[in-house]
Structures are given as C-alpha cells and as structure tokens.
C-alpha cells in the first residue's frame, strides 16, 4: 500500500501583511505520520504544495506512484484550498481513498465531507486513526473516524491522545523538501532554518484559541527526544536555527531549563525563538534561553484594556506585559509581541489603547491582527450564537479580514485600523532610527527593506 500526503496552498488576500513577511515551515502533522506509517511498514510520499511554489496541478501530476490512500491536512484558513486539491486527487487518482486531517476537519468533519472528493476525516490526533484505517480496519471500529453513511455522517467517539510523545519516530523530515523552509521575516537569526513542536496542547483557556479544546494538558517530548531530534537536523541538513512552534515554549519551566542546560553543557551551535506567555517566563529562565542561544520571543499581548483581556479570557495583566518584556529585551532577547484588534466589546477606543500600549511596551516587533474567531473556539460559539458572523467564507479568515460585525465597533473600522496600526507603530522616528542601527549584516539590511515595502508599500 503507498500513501501520499500533501499540504495545500495558502491562498491570501492583498491587503493582507502576513503576505510579504510570511515564511514556509514544514507540515509537522503529516510529517510525523508519515514517519509512524514508515514505522510501521507502509509507503509513504508527502508534496508540501506551500512550500514548492509550483502549480497544484503540476506537483499532484508528478505524484509518485499509484496511492490507495491520499491524506490532505487543512486548517480553517486553508480548507478551501485543500478541498481544490482534493478534486485534483480524485481526477489523477480515481481509485484511491481521501482522507483530511487537522484541525480543521477535527472541529467541522462535515465541512470537509460534504465534498464528493473526501471520503474520511480524522478528528484529533492522527497517527493511529490513519495507520487503522490504511490496514483495512473495521471504519466503525476507529476512533476519531468520521464518514458518509446512507446520505448521513458517522461521528466514532475520539480516543486518547497519544501520552507518551516520545514513543513516535521524529519527524520525517527525508520526506520534505527542507531547503525551501524559511521563518517568518524577521523572526530568524541564521539559515538553514527549520521549525519544531515540542508540545501538544496549551495551558491557556482562551476564547480565541483551540489549544485547550485540541490537546486539553499540555503533553512534551522528553530533553533527550528533543536533543536528539536537534543533533539530527544539525547533522543531516545543516541546520542551524530553529524555530519553536509550540503554542507557550515555556509552558513548563523546569523542563525548559534543563533543554537550556543541555544545549550550554553540549556546546550545540543553534540559536532559536519560540512563542511564550508572558505569565510563563521568569528571569532565571529567560537568562538560560538567551545563554542557549534563543534571540528571540514572541509574546501573546493581544490587548492593552484589562477588561478587553478579561472578555477574552486571557489570564494577564498589562503590569505583567511591561515588566516581563522589558526584563526580555534587558537581558539581550528580541521581543516580538502579538495583538489582536477586533475583540468582544472592542471599540474604537479600546484599539486606540491598545496601540498606545504597543508603543509603550516598544518591541522589537509588533504584529497587528485582526481577531478571527476559528471555528471550535468559544469565541465562535459566542459569535455565530448572537448573529456577529458576517461570513463562513473560510479563505476570510485570514487575520486580516473582519469576519465579525460587532455591536461596539463596524468591521470596516476594524480592518481601517488594522491598517493604521502597523504605519503608525512602524512609522515612528525613534523606532526607525533605532532599527537603522541595529543593522549588521546584509541579512538584516535585507529583512529591514523587506518589512518597510510590506508595512509601508502594501
């Protein structure tokens, strides 16, 4: 039995910043399927479409092969993409199953079913559901399987998650085309370049987020899985950065520390960033990241009114933000700090605030996003529920689109200020300057003319 994998396209609008500075990170769900399939004796071939920048129909076309089984993951923003690409599966390989994972399907399975192209989706964890189903088990009899049945939907109970992540392969990198990864503008300090997940889970309730309703307790590799997952990409790709793409890096101190420790003691050349909470950071942990080599953190703010923080859950205080990121960048960390424009109870006001709050907290990098509530989170509940949801067209919810008509704030607010957020945090003297000497190398001259046409020329 053969299975090809694929990860479809991103398709984002004009307008929208994430498509200038945006970067390529390999597909790590269908990657440590694959490498669970391999595992277990089975073929397995993965054509990460976003990341080759070729037509879908060529890549499907040079599909290896003859496939009983096609696995196509999608998220929200990607759904529709990836039901395109399925079509193109079906016509190219009519006799093969079609099967999509991710979150997507795991939150809307019927979304993806409706489609004549799809025959499964898996919700949750994958590895196990699929490896199932591709060795002919019983579909009533796997957990997490959704299908078509007599003009309806079967829904089979989800399983346990997989407690021990240390009991998976690494990932199979030897399927992907790793030379074409590259971070986020701004967000890398050398290349080759590559991202990894450490975790799975998040320790955050909040109402925009699927962290908690997708993995519940936070499960992590073990420092030695993770050392060697590093000392692996060092030795067979020449990697050199590495950036951490779990929801809180830091979740768990402790464990931080010791990988921290590990990385000092061995002598292991890689520097790093990682996302964090600022509610999940001290300065003893932070020392050992920067002495790691970590450069940079990228901190979830989201808002600078408390009361907007405690409409969407987010279990932070603005007093915490300032002293946590200005202890960061004290001790020799670039900070990047997220917001979200467009929350309940969001006002012209309250964006005004918060950009204010933005300059005062004065980071590295500032990211301005419009809030999109995800299907699955509370946030969409609340929203569909009240009549909010302007759209379900799921290529709009792209972070730059306001998908919501709030009764305190127009949409077409929102997305003027969404605008009007990056220029004027950019557009400072004191900023620009201070970037103007931050320059040293070609690389940094390179992102600095890079962001300026994407903020200032989009």
């Not at 984002?12 to 945006?22: P, Q």
């Not at 696995?71 to 199953?97: D, H, N, Q, W, Y």
């Not at 002598?267 to 932070?286: G, M, N, P, Q, Y």
């Not at 909010?388 to 704030?409: G, I, Q």
Request: include cysteine; aromatic fraction near 10%.
């Amino acid at each position: 039995m053969e299975v090809l994998l694929l990860n479809p396209g991103w398709m984002s609008r004009e307008g929208n910043i994430w498509k200038k500075i945006s970067g390529s990170m390999p597909p790590l769900g269908l990657a440590y399927i694959a490498s669970y399939l391999e595992k277990n004796s089975i073929k397995v071939s993965i054509i990460d479409i976003q990341a080759e920048k070729l037509p879908d129909t060529a890549l499907i076309g040079a599909a290896p092969g003859n496939p009983g089984f096609i696995g196509i993951t999608a998220t929200t923003m990607t759904v529709k993409s990836a039901l395109e690409t399925a079509s193109l599966c079906r016509a190219k390989f009519p006799g093969a199953k079609i099967v999509f994972g991710g979150v997507h399907p795991t939150i809307m399975p019927e979304d993806v079913l409706k489609s004549g192209d799809v025959d499964y989706a898996i919700r949750g964890e994958g590895e196990r559901p699929f490896l199932e189903l591709i060795n002919g088990m019983d579909p009533r009899s796997i957990e997490g399987l959704s299908y078509k049945k007599d003009g309806g939907f079967i829904h089979n109970p989800v399983g346990p998650v997989i407690s021990d992540l240390d009991s998976l392969p690494f990932p199979a990198y030897h399927l992907l085309p790793v030379k074409n990864y590259i971070p986020a503008l701004g967000s890398y300090k050398r290349l080759p370049a590559i991202s990894l997940i450490t975790t799975r889970g998040c320790p955050g309730k909040c109402t925009f987020c699927l962290g908690s309703y997708l993995g519940g307790k936070v499960r992590m590799h073990s420092t030695k899985y993770i050392i060697g997952e590093i000392k692996m990409l060092i030795r067979d790709y020449g990697i050199r950065e590495i950036s951490f793409y779990d929801d809180t890096f830091t979740a768990y101190k402790n464990k931080v520390r010791e990988f921290c420790r590990v990385i000092i003691g061995e002598k292991i050349d890689i520097t790093w960033s990682c996302f964090a909470r600022v509610d999940f950071v001290d300065e003893e942990t932070l020392r050992l990241m920067k002495k790691s080599g970590c450069h940079q953190i990228m901190y979830g703010i989201e808002s600078g009114c408390e009361d907007i923080l405690e409409n969407i859950k987010k279990k932070t205080s603005l007093s915490k933000a300032v002293e946590i990121v200005a202890l960061t960048k004290k001790i020799g960390i670039e900070c990047r700090a997220a917001f979200m424009l467009g929350n309940p109870g969001e006002t012209r006001q309250t964006m005004e605030t918060t950009l204010a709050f933005a300059k005062k907290l004065d980071p590295d990098i500032a990211l301005f996003n419009i809030t999109t509530p995800y299907p699955g989170t509370e946030m969409y509940e609340w929203a569909d529920k009240n009549g909010y949801l302007k759209t379900k067209d799921w290529s709009r919810y792209d972070l730059s689109n306001a998908v919501m008509e709030l009764p305190t704030v127009a949409s077409s607010v929102v997305e003027e200020f969404y605008k009007k957020a990056h220029h004027d945090f950019y557009g400072r003297p004191s900023y620009l300057i201070h970037r103007l000497f931050m320059i040293r190398s070609f690389n940094d001259l390179f992102v600095a003319i890079k962001a300026f046409f994407a903020i200032f020329l989009k």
